[in-house]
């Protein structure tokens, strides 16, 4: 036997100790669990939001209908003016509001966990501004259980 064969063969059985041993490992029972939530439903929306401030403005409303247990991620940026400012407000499918109006500059971003079944209704408004126009770039997401 040469010297290679010999030394293959003195290692041999831990080679094979590897291979079972990586084998057992792979095996079905093993695998990764799948998670039980959907990915987000993404939808993005572009668009302007006229001044009102000497005229009377009609918002902006963008709906987004969910149900209850969804987590919705409400995203955008504003851009335009001399603040890059715009009033929101979100109403409920009850027709209330979770919060107060906000008046935005640039970014905002939240996320909250929806308790009934419905449609909100995300309002923009640019009643402060007498000239300028403000451009909404938003991102809603929607995580289903």
């Known amino acids: 036997m040469t010297d290679a064969a010999q030394r293959i063969a003195k290692i ?25 939530i959907a990915p987000p439903k993404i939808d993005h929306y572009t668009f302007s939001v006229s001044p009102g401030f000497l005229v009377t403005q009609t918002p902006e409303i963008v709906n987004v209908t969910t149900k209850a247990g969804d987590t919705i991620k409400v995203m955008f940026s504003v851009s335009g003016g001399m603040g890059n400012d715009v009033d929101f407000t979100m109403k409920n499918p009850g027709g209330g509001s979770d919060f107060d109006k906000l008046k935005v500059s640039k970014e905002f971003s939240k996320s909250f966990v929806v308790s009934s079944n419905g449609t909100y209704q995300l309002t923009f408004e640019n009643n402060f501004s007498p000239f300028s126009t403000k451009t909404v770039n938003l991102t809603t997401m929607i995580y289903s259980k």
Request: charged share 10%; proline share 12%.
């Open 12 to 36: 041999w059985p831990l080679i094979v100790g590897i291979l079972i041993i990586g084998v057992a490992g792979c095996a079905p029972e093993q695998q990764l669990p799948i998670s039980d």
